[in-house]
C-alpha cells in the first residue's frame, strides 16, 4: 500500500520548487526586457520603480528615504545609489520637509515629471503584452495571491 501523504508531500515540495523558481525567471524577464522598454529612454527597471513611485498622488509632497525604502521593499543602501543617480540626472530633488524642518524629503522634478509621462505608453504597452491571455478577473487573483504571498514572505 502507497504511502499517499508522502507523494502528496512529494508533490507539494514540487510544486514550491517550480512556482518559486517561475518567479524568479519572472524577476528575471521584467528585469530585462522592462529594460529594453525602457532603453530609449535611459532608465533602468530600478529607476522606473522609484519614479513610479514618486508619482503617485501620494507621494506629491515627495517621500522620505526610509518611506520609499518600505515602500518599495528594498533597502536603504540600494535606494541610495538610485536617488543619487537619478538626482544628478536632474529626475528627482530632496527637499526639506515642511511638517518637520530637519526631515529631508524626495520628489519628482518637472523633468521627472517630464519623463514619467513620456514612459506611460510604452510602460503601459509592455504591461498589456506581458499580461496577454488574463482576462481582468484573473488579473484581480493575481494581484490577491502575490500580495498573500508577499505578506506570508515578509513574515518570515
Request: no cysteine; hydrophobic share 40%.
Amino acid at each position: 500500500m502507497k504511502d499517499l501523504s508522502a507523494e502528496k508531500s512529494l508533490a507539494s515540495i514540487e510544486i514550491n520548487n517550480r512556482l518559486f523558481f517561475r518567479f524568479f525567471q519572472a524577476a528575471n524577464t521584467l528585469h530585462t526586457k522592462g529594460t529594453q522598454a525602457l532603453d530609449e529612454f535611459g532608465v533602468t527597471t530600478q529607476q522606473w520603480s522609484v519614479l513610479g513611485a514618486l508619482s503617485r498622488p501620494k507621494a506629491q509632497g515627495g517621500m522620505s528615504v526610509g518611506e520609499l525604502s518600505r515602500y518599495l521593499l528594498v533597502s536603504r543602501q540600494n535606494l541610495s545609489g538610485l536617488l543619487n543617480r537619478l538626482e544628478r540626472d536632474g529626475y528627482l530633488e530632496r527637499i526639506t520637509g515642511e511638517e518637520d524642518r530637519r526631515s529631508r524629503k524626495v520628489r519628482l522634478t518637472p523633468k521627472g515629471e517630464e519623463l514619467w509621462t513620456a514612459l506611460a505608453d510604452p510602460i503601459h504597452q509592455f504591461y498589456d503584452e506581458a499580461l496577454k491571455g488574463l482576462s481582468f478577473d484573473d488579473r484581480l487573483a493575481f494581484i490577491h495571491y502575490i500580495s498573500l504571498l508577499q505578506k506570508n514572505m515578509s513574515r518570515l
